[in-house]
Structure formats: C-alpha cells, structure tokens
C-alpha cells in the first residue's frame, strides 16, 4: 500500500497490513532507530507494532515570535494575548479556527461532550474574520513579526523553508500548534506513507524496500526536496 490517505489504522486492527517491526533487522532495524524519536512513537501502535510509515512529513498549526508555551489552550491564548495586550491571531478565518480545533480534538479524544464544541464555537466567532462575499488582502508578516499579534498561521514544509524564515525574518518561532479546549494539537501531514499486505509472500523483500525509504541519501533527497525527513540527523543538516 502507497498513499497518505488509506485508513492504515483500519487495516491494522482488522489484519489486513503486515506488522512490520517482526522484520526490522539489519539495515532496517538502523534506519528505524535514526528516526526522531516523536516522529517514531506515530509509527508504532501501543504494543510496539509498526504497521505503517511515513518518510518525510510537513506540519501545521499556528507560531508564534512571542515567549509562549508551546502547549496552549483557547483559555491560555485569551489569557496571554491580554497579558501581553496583543492581538490573537494574524488575519485567520473564524471557520479555520473551529474546524482545526474540533476536527484534531475529536480524533485525540479530547472533546468530552457538546459543551466543549459549543465553547470552540463561540471562541472561533468571537475572535477570526467572517469569511466575506468577495476577497480581501491578508496583511503579510511585518506586523507580526514586531509583536502586534499572538499567533500566526503556519506550514513548515523542510527546513530549508524553516530558515530562510528565520532569517528573512529575523526572529525565532514557537511552534503552538491548533489550540483547542485540552491544549495544542501539533499536527503533522505524513508523505510517502506506506504499509504491506498481510498476506503477501515476500515479507522480507517488501521490507527491504521499504527500509530503503529510510536510507540516509533518500531521506537526504526528501530534505531537499520540499518535505522534512523523519531521519533526525539528515533534518538537522
């Protein structure tokens, strides 16, 4: 199986994939084991089964140029922007901020009842722009960057991307994520997600391959190619 939108946690649970950590020896078992260990805890199920993986990823979520927590709340960025007397968020969409927070809380567990979606709710309204009938010009990051707001909307896409940002910019970032009603959810885009058929019958052969994913010179690829590695040593390069 290729692609970053088959249901992989389906097909585990039902066996229809290979857990492939019965096969992680040799090269595959190093090139694992090179993998940031966040990054590498996604891949494994809760009794150390690996029946997906990913070679490189991009992440989401909002930033921020201002000393925060990179764990917030919705409570916490009401709390900090008046704190700070800054403006929450640069310019975002008050939909934007409800589906992001309800869409990942809903898949962590994190949203206990109707009360919780209400209060996304009422937060997103309160504090993003009504999406208007025709366009309007988004103000770009100057604004930003000298502290008028909290939190900005943000892709990471490689490091390379990372920075140049840094420094066109000249500021650091913490990356926040979406906050919700728990906290932030840090949110990745897997690519180049793949997995083997249960019932295939070449098991080895097909886990070689994919170790190969995993190698140093095509993660090297990935890093230059617009997509962060999962490999830590080559994303630090």
Known sequence: YYGNY???EYYASNGITLDMSQYMTGDFK???????PNIRDLM???EGGCYTLFSSYQMEGYCSAL???SNMSIDDVKRVSEELGVTMFCNEWAISLATNAIQYDINNGNIKNSEDI???LEFAFDNGIEVPKGTVAM???NRFNVGDYLLWRWSCFSPIELDC???DYDTSFTYVGYPSVAGSNHVIIPFGRVAVSANTEYPE???EFISFLLDDEVQDISNMSGTIPVNDECMRK
Request: net charge negative; hydrophobic share 35%.
């Open 6 to 8: 088959f249901d992989y």
């Open 30 to 36: 190093e090139n694992f084991d090179k993998i940031a």
């Open 44 to 46: 494994l199920d809760s």
């Open 67 to 69: 000393d925060v927590d």
């Open 118 to 120: 209400q209060k996304i």
């Open 139 to 141: 103000e770009g990051m």
């Open 165 to 167: 940002s840094l420094r």
């Open 205 to 207: 052969v097909c886990c």
